[in-house]
Structure formats: structure tokens, C-alpha cells
């Protein structure tokens, strides 16, 4: 059963709990928006490559500048692919409508609040037979920041070149002051944040296996410099419907293909965002 609704519910809506499970049902059911990432005006992949430097004085942009991970710890299996399937959401729902009926009790039958949940908001379980595995991993742990510090790498370079080209043109720099200023910072401002690595089910109801491949991450444009408020630009994959036994024929070939694709794609879209932000 899929509800026309592609928005994730976010309103907060008031119900009995006569009709509390349907409406649980109904919003398990829901898909979240895709991300979008900031519009370009500056592409960061424009950047040339370190070697397009030429420089008669010899310094030119050194070094190379990494992307690292939001945060430090995540949740146990966060880093492995998890498969969300009906039952979880069904518990889910099962859990909620129990909470209900109590705070419903206690209340004395009066109407309470209730907040939906949305199927990908669920942590599923980790497929034990990928564990071990590193092309099932999450992409958004390694994979992703290194493709984007080789973009930062390129936009921090560029930087690097216009600081030199104007200690050239003014007097009172040294030449140990021009080799600092070629040094390209080891960490970009803007971190990574690895979203959800899910198969999850299509339909809550009927009897089909049909699962979607669904990744996302962020990158976080807080800019220190420009002393603004963290401005997230965001991707989201998600593959066609396939049967599960489809996902797994093959040493899980459609899976390999599905993730390649995912990671290139979230890779083009963070890489559109302006450069003077990273």
C-alpha cells in the first residue's frame, strides 16, 4: 500500500486510539523528499588539478585537503547495510498503539497527540552474510569523503593560487611567507554526514518482495569564516523496486551496481555545491 503523499510527515496530528493504527499504518508507508544540494554558482569540481600550476618562483599549491566524518560515533551497525521489512514496521506500530492505549488510560480516554514515523526512519536489521563484506559497507563512511577531499583538494588549491599571485604582485612578502601560503589545509571546514544504507520494503501490504536500495548523506556548508549558521546540502539515492532474491542472485550483483551508482551520484550532486563554501 503506497499513499500519494511523497513528503514525510512532519505535522503532529490528534487521533483516538479507535483509529490510531491505521494511521500509524498509513504513515509507515511514507517517503521522504530527496535533498537537494546547494545550487551552483561556483562548481567545486571547476577547480583545476594541483599539476595546472605553473609558477616561475617554483611554489606552488602543496598538499592535500581531506573531508572527515560529523561526529565520531554511530550507532552499532550503522556502518553495514540493514534491511528494513514489513514486521519492523508492524512493531513499530504495534509499540505505539500499546503507548497510546496506556496514556490514553490514564488520561481517562481524553484525545492525545500522536507523531507518525516514516518507514525510513526505521533501523532495521544487518544481513548477516554482507558483514563482512566491503562492498556492502555504508559509502558515506569512506568512499564519499574521500571522492569529495579530492574536490576540496582542487577548490582549496585554487584558493591557495590566488593568495600567491597576490603576494606576488605585493611588496613585503617572504619567501617563507609565500611557501605558507601554498600549503593547502590538511581538513576542509565541511564535514560529511553519512545518512541511513537501507534495503527497505516496498508495500506494507500484499504478499510482494519487492526492496529499494535508499543511501543519503550531507555535507555540512558551515563556513567559519563567514561566520554563518550550518547550511547542509543534501543527496539522496533510491534504486528501482527489486525482489529480494533478485538483490541476491549473483553474489549480490545488483546490489554492487546499485551502490556504485549511488555513491556517484551523491558524489556529482555535493560536488555542485559553491566552492567559496567549502
Same mark, same amino acid.
Given at each position: 500500500m503506497k499513499t500519494p503523499r511523497e513528503e514525510k510527515r512532519t505535522g503532529t496530528?490528534? $487521533?483516538? %486510539?479507535?483509529?490510531?493504527?491505521? +494511521?500509524?499504518? $498509513?504513515?509507515?508507508? =511514507?517517503? #521522504?523528499?530527496?535533498? =537537494?544540494?546547494? &545550487? %551552483?554558482e561556483e562548481a567545486a569540481a571547476s577547480a583545476p588539478a594541483l599539476d595546472s600550476y605553473v609558477a616561475a618562483d617554483g611554489i606552488v %599549491?602543496? /598538499? =592535500?585537503? !581531506?573531508?572527515?566524518? !560529523? /561526529?565520531?560515533?554511530? %550507532?552499532?551497525?550503522?556502518? #553495514?547495510l540493514r534491511v528494513v521489512r514489513r514486521d519492523h514496521?508492524? !512493531? +513499530?506500530?504495534a509499540t505505539q498503539v500499546a503507548l497510546q492505549v496506556g496514556l490514553a488510560a490514564v488520561t481517562g480516554g481524553r484525545a492525545l497527540a500522536v507523531q507518525g514515523f516514516s518507514k525510513e526512519e526505521l533501523a532495521g536489521d544487518t544481513i548477516p552474510e554482507l558483514a563482512? #563484506?566491503? @562492498?556492502?559497507? *555504508?559509502?558515506?563512511m569512506k568512499e564519499l569523503p574521500e571522492a569529495l577531499g579530492e574536490m576540496a583538494t582542487r577548490v582549496y588549491a585554487a584558493r591557495a593560487w590566488k593568495e600567491l599571485e597576490r603576494g606576488r604582485s605585493e611588496s613585503g612578502w617572504t619567501h617563507e611567507d609565500m611557501v605558507a601560503a601554498a600549503q593547502l589545509p590538511a581538513q576542509a571546514d565541511a564535514p560529511v554526514s553519512p545518512g541511513a544504507w537501507h534495503l527497505i520494503y516496498e508495500n506494507l501490504s500484499g504478499k510482494d518482495d519487492l526492496y529499494r536500495l535508499q543511501f543519503s548523506a550531507t555535507l555540512d556548508l558551515a563556513s567559519p569564516r563567514f561566520g554563518l549558521p550550518p547550511m547542509p546540502a543534501g543527496c539522496r539515492y533510491q534504486?528501482?523496486?527489486? +525482489? @529480494?532474491?533478485? @538483490? #541476491?542472485? *549473483?553474489? @549480490?550483483q545488483r546490489l554492487r551496481e546499485e551502490r556504485a551508482k549511488a555513491l556517484a551520484q551523491c558524489v556529482?550532486?555535493? /560536488? &555542485? =555545491? !559553491?566552492a567559496r563554501l567549502w
Open positions: 496530528t490528534v $487521533l483516538r %486510539p479507535g483509529a490510531l493504527c491505521l +494511521a500509524l499504518l $498509513l504513515c509507515a508507508c =511514507t517517503t #521522504q523528499p530527496p535533498l =537537494t544540494a546547494t &545550487q %551552483p %599549491p602543496v /598538499g =592535500t585537503t !581531506r573531508l572527515h566524518l !560529523r /561526529g565520531s560515533k554511530y %550507532p552499532d551497525g550503522f556502518e #553495514q514496521a508492524g !512493531r +513499530a506500530v563482512s #563484506q566491503p @562492498w556492502a559497507a *555504508n559509502p558515506g534504486s528501482e523496486p527489486v +525482489a @529480494w532474491k533478485a @538483490w #541476491q542472485s *549473483n553474489d @549480490w556529482e550532486t555535493l /560536488g &555542485q =555545491t !559553491r
